[in-house]
């Protein structure tokens, strides 16, 4: 057991106490100073384990720091390159793995021969819960709690974060966050002042955050918006602001999937910044079906009315007004967090190169930047100190698949001049990722691009670059919490749609006895043959009323499901009780990781390796029929 006391030794004295934990070196690092964390032959790939039981360090309690670092730096521990990095078990690059040197280790008093005795299942299970209790007695959270929270990160596909050389990040959502009542509450101001100005009857509307959520897709054609499922069948819709029916639903999309790459058609809501935009087109949506916008507009349809709600909110942001009210007072508009850039400091400390690729211009990201950051960085640290790069007006998604002119950014006031190749450290105006990976010599999967917008971030970097990429998403924080106080009505739902399917299986089974009976042949079995035409009317008859108490009791269940995140939509990544929004999809597919904010790598460290969960198939089921079997055969023998 490790006392309640150990936390913050110095190098020498944790060097001088490595004797008392014969049972886990891995235990003694107590602090950065270099010492060792679990012994193996490569570390954090694994592979063989040098012996814990019998390691004992013999140095002296009055070796100095820079003694110890010595030994336990480069002396001792080697980093896998690029150019020497195999592939693991898993399927990830070895890169960046950690290396333990054996040879210094008999100089330094380290019997590297010693073997851990015992099956290596019970060393595992001894190890690990000594890495608990220290991990507690230190009061550092385990990432599996992290995992396990509103604040966790969650992996679609198996990424290796040591073998990433450079993370890039955008900036809008993402190392920014919003108030988005406060921000998109003026983005529709503008927009709407910018459709009175040409004649929209606009008064008398004002800006409902609830009507929509992220991951809706916008009806073109019929002034509708959709949330589809992961196959792109339409599960609830909305004509301007009122909900459709199920059976209108049905009746409209009952034959069509929502196809995204048909974009004169389906608008996509991408991110937080689509709010206003479809709050805005909903609403004039009701006034054209009102009758309420005037002929002299010309004859218009919905895809005209989109164009022109669309064309307000681009003014909006180009002409400057917007932006130079947050510009002002950004307190009013930004949600602070400190721990941020503590969490990118850790990144940088470890190796990891980090580029700020924005679409803002260079004004409007300086001030947001040196608002949300400077003043939460230790020793007078500058936000422009953690970036090996910054690209402003980026132009993405075109960033990821074009190259444009490339511009240095040479004064406070941001004036440019033509430039012909990046250097790090730099800032600088467009260009593309290809002269991002020349200019840092990274490529491809050594980069993670962080973002918020599916598609321009994330889906356009993974398929032209095939970087590693993570999605932001804030709302996850609020389904998170809206899913556990859910529980207990979902279980009830189950319950019953479980309940109804046994009653079902019955009344079937007895309907098609029945329906043989009529034809003149025997039923599936003797027993069900046998019995009276009465008792087997009357059981159907029974079943019938049953199931259709249960649909009645059903039917307003599922429709509230998952109202505790939103009223009209449910739940964000769900659509219906059992099965995936269309933006999931999107997310699995393109994110290798996603989270709520990107604050949460803190609760990791940048060596973590996030291993994707097993996905579950319809016929997964067979491991029940499996276990239950095992257990009759246990009974039997």
């Known amino acids: 057991m490790y006392p309640r006391n150990m936390y ?9 106490k490595l004797s008392v934990y014969p049972k886990s070196l891995a235990a003694s690092m107590v ?14 790939s694994f592979t063989t384990r040098i012996p814990m039981t019998s390691i004992k360090c013999r140095c002296s309690g009055t070796s100095s720091s820079a003694d110890v670092a010595k030994h336990f730096g480069d002396d001792l521990f080697s980093v896998t390159s690029s150019s020497k990095h195999e592939v693991d078990y898993l ?26 005795d015992g099956p290596i299942e019970e060393v595992a299970r001894v190890e690990t819960q000594e890495a608990e209790i220290l991990l507690t007695d230190l009061g ?43 921000w998109e509450g003026r983005a529709y101001d503008y927009c709407m002042d910018n459709l009175r100005n040409v004649g929209y009857p606009v008064d008398g509307l004002s800006f409902d955050p609830e009507l929509v959520i992220r991951g809706l897709v916008i009806d ?19 004509h301007g602001t009122m909900m459709l029916s199920t059976r209108a639903v049905s009746e409209m999309y009952g034959r069509e999937l929502v196809d995204l790459r048909k974009e004169s058609r389906w608008e996509f809501l991408n991110t937080l910044f689509s709010v206003s935009e479809a709050v805005a087109y909903m609403q004039m ?32 942001h180009v002409e400057g007004q917007l932006k130079s009210e947050i510009m002002s007072k950004p307190e009013l508009f930004v949600e602070p967090d400190p721990e941020l850039p503590l969490a990118l400091l850790d990144q940088k400390e470890a190796g990891k190169k980090l580029l700020l690729i924005t679409n ?47 511009y240095e950014v040479v004064t406070g006031e941001g004036l440019m001049r033509p430039c012909f190749k990046a250097s790090k450290g730099g800032l600088y105006s467009g260009g593309s990722a290809q002269m991002v990976e020349n200019s840092l010599n990274v490529h491809g999967d050594e980069i993670l691009y962080v973002g918020d917008h599916i598609y321009t971030d994330v889906s356009q970097s993974k398929l032209h670059l095939r970087w590693r990429t993570a999605l932001i998403c804030r709302e996850l924080e609020e389904e998170y919490k809206a899913l556990i106080d859910s529980r207990g009505q979902r279980a009830t739902l189950i319950e019953l749609i479980n309940q109804k399917e046994v009653v079902g299986d019955l009344f079937n089974q007895l309907r098609l006895a029945l329906q043989r009976r009529t034809k003149g042949r025997p039923a599936q079995t003797l027993a069900a043959t046998n019995m009276e035409d009465q008792e087997l009317t009357e059981s159907i008859q029974k079943l019938l009323i049953v199931m259709q108490r249960l649909d009645e009791k059903i039917a307003p269940m599922l429709e509230t499901d998952g109202e505790l995140f939103n009223k009209r939509w449910g ?46 198939l319809a016929h997964d089921s067979y491991s029940y029929y499996c276990s239950e079997n095992v257990s009759e055969s246990a009974v039997d023998t």
């Open 360 to 406: 803002s211009d260079y004004h409007y990201t300086d001030k947001m930047m040196q608002h949300s950051f400077n003043r939460f960085l230790p020793n007078d640290m500058g936000w422009r100190d953690l970036f090996d790069m910054v690209i402003v007006s980026a132009r993405k998604p075109e960033f990821f698949q074009m190259s444009h002119p490339l």
């Open 31 to 44: 602090n950065t100073t270099n010492c060792f964390r679990n012994p193996v032959v490569n570390i954090d």
């Open 285 to 316: 949506v009701d006034r054209m079906d009102e009758g309420a916008i005037g002929a002299e507009l010309g004859p218009l349809d919905y895809k005209g009315l989109y164009k022109a709600v669309g064309k307000a909110l681009f003014r909006a």
């Open 140 to 182: 550092i959270p385990s990432p599996s709690s992290a995992r396990n929270s509103p604040c966790g990160i969650f992996c679609s596909r198996t990424l290796n974060l040591r073998s990433i050389s450079a993370i890039g990040y955008d900036m809008d959502y993402t190392l920014i966050h919003y108030n988005v009542m406060a």
């Open 220 to 238: 073109k054609e019929n002034g509708n918006l959709v949330k589809a499922d992961r196959f792109g069948y339409v599960k609830r819709a909305m």
């Open 8 to 16: 913050c030794y110095s190098s020498a004295e944790t060097m001088a």
């Open 91 to 116: 399927g990830e690059s070895t890169k960046g793995d950690l290396n333990l040197k054996l040879d210094p280790l008999e100089a330094f008093g380290v019997d590297g021969q010693a073997t851990l």
């Open 571 to 616: 739940f964000l990544s769900r659509a219906g009780l059992w099965d995936k929004s269309h933006l999931m999809r999107q997310i699995e597919k393109y994110a290798d990781i996603y989270t709520s904010r990107v604050s949460n790598f803190l609760h990791y460290t940048p060596f973590m390796y996030f291993r994707s969960q097993e996905q579950t």
